[in-house]
């Protein structure tokens, strides 16, 4: 047989390529996040609009014996699915603060600086605009960042833009999810359960007793986090948070160190080396096969759980769960009623809030931070490209929408808030972008490549 026969690529590889290409790329999340936020605008605008709104007030029921959980799908996908969202960003706040850009006080200074005033400032012009009127519980809907979209918008600039600056703002946007959690979890709160809560915190006592305890099994994590969910479900405190408080007790440590690993490894591959004089073809050798799944054990010991899980989650955030979000909760009838409101005091905070309080509150925060010897900029980096991520900072979207939820409910002011988040995500994302293209030039190797 030709080696042209033997390294030609099957049917299925032809097939499924593209799309592996597509879901390598940076941006494909954001663009998803798009496609499914106008087919949701475009559905809820069509003559079909009744259907839309009806599927996601569809009762779904799941239950065992007596226990009987019956809520709309809305709320599955809000109040469950987004738990699982909610988990991948306290693994990456995890992984940030043990080995990341929040390691040291030094390291983390500067983003948490730009973060904290990514918060207040914008915070504090809805209040503003909005303080003592029927709209101002929702002051905690623009202090979001909608970490995918932000990311994505940079990742369209290339090699443009320095590896610091990608960093800086992937470090901002995980203490700016901390925050938000921290104010869900405070002030969007309904009347409390204290019988739940404390069952809530018997089972978070035992998922840290097996951390400390060296369990490395996911399903025993899976078990007690769905307690943890189901008794912060019934708490009163957003069930969302018990996917951050899960990720917490997830163990960041492996079983084997890198030397070890080595050292198995190559037994391991001489042993399938060997093995060979019985036959080529792995499905006929019994000892290569033993060799396979002992190499495969070793690779699962020298990961941790909290990097294996958060690998194996964050395809399904990014390319099922958040798409879902944003079809079934940015679909809006936009009535000339509606698009007048824009310039509705509630509309007009998250606006304003979104795009100049994020790039003010950033910027300023920031430079503070290194005037006052706190902090250092990151190297390779201007004064005018933190200014350029101030405005990304300004793409809420995702959390905003999701803090609007809470904050309005079912009201007519949830409509403004959703046009508000998207007229700024809009405005945030495209002057961010011209601001981060024009202070951030083409590198010289690039140039020269190119000539």
């Not at 499924?16 to 790329?25: D, N, V």
């Not at 996911?218 to 990720?247: C, D, K, R």
Request: glycine share 10%; with cysteine; net charge neutral.
């Amino acid at each position: 047989m030709s080696m042209n026969r033997i390294h030609q690529k099957r049917p299925i590889e032809l097939i499924i390529r593209p799309f592996q290409e597509f879901a390598e790329e940076e941006t494909s999340g954001g663009i998803l996040l798009l496609l499914c936020t106008g087919i949701a605008l475009a559905w809820a605008n069509s003559p079909w609009s009744n259907t839309y709104f009806s599927l996601w007030q569809t009762k779904v029921t799941i239950g065992l014996g007596q226990f009987v959980l019956s809520k709309p799908l809305l709320l599955w996908i809000n109040e469950g699915l987004m738990t699982i969202f909610f988990l991948v960003v306290g693994m990456e706040i995890k992984r940030e603060v043990l080995v990341g850009e929040l390691a040291s006080p030094k390291q983390s200074a500067f983003p948490i600086a730009a973060a904290l005033g990514g918060m207040l400032v914008p915070a504090g012009i809805y209040t503003a605009l909005n303080a003592g009127g029927p709209g101002g519980a929702g002051w905690g809907v623009p202090i979001a960042t909608d970490i995918a979209f932000s990311l994505g918008v940079m990742a369209l600039l290339g090699n443009r833009v320095p590896l610091a600056l990608k960093v800086f703002l992937t470090a901002f946007a995980i203490v700016d999810d901390i925050g938000a959690v921290l104010v869900i979890a405070l002030f969007y709160t309904k009347e409390i359960s204290w019988v739940a809560l404390i069952i809530g915190a018997g089972f978070l006592i035992l998922l840290l007793m097996a951390n400390q305890a060296g369990v490395q099994r996911p399903l025993v994590y899976g078990l007690l986090g769905i307690g943890l969910w189901l008794a912060f479900l019934e708490s009163g405190v957003h069930a969302t948070v018990s996917g951050v408080l899960l990720a917490m007790a997830i163990p960041s440590r492996a079983r084997i160190n890198p030397s070890e690993f080595l050292s198995r490894s190559r037994a391991i591959l001489e042993e399938f080396e060997r093995a060979g004089e019985y036959g080529n073809e792995v499905i006929m050798n019994e000892d290569r096969q033993a060799a396979i799944h002992a190499l495969e054990r070793a690779c699962t010991f020298v990961e941790t759980p909290l990097q294996r899980l958060e690998h194996t989650l964050h395809p399904w955030v990014t390319f099922a769960i958040l798409p879902l979000f944003a079809l079934a909760n940015a679909g809006v009838t936009l009535s000339r009623d509606l698009l007048s409101g824009l310039l509705h005091p509630v509309s007009l905070g998250v606006i304003f809030g979104l795009v100049i309080g994020n790039q003010v509150g950033i910027t300023l925060f920031a430079w503070l931070s290194v005037r006052i010897g706190l902090a250092a900029k990151p190297a390779g980096t201007t004064w005018g490209q933190i200014y350029g991520v101030g405005w990304l900072g300004g793409i809420g979207f995702t959390m905003s929408i999701f803090i609007a939820n809470l904050a309005f409910g079912e009201s007519q002011l949830l409509s403004l808030a959703k046009v508000g988040i998207f007229t700024a995500s809009i405005i945030a994302g495209m002057g961010g972008w011209i601001l981060l293209r024009a202070m951030s030039p083409i590198p010289q190797e690039a140039v020269e490549e190119s000539s």
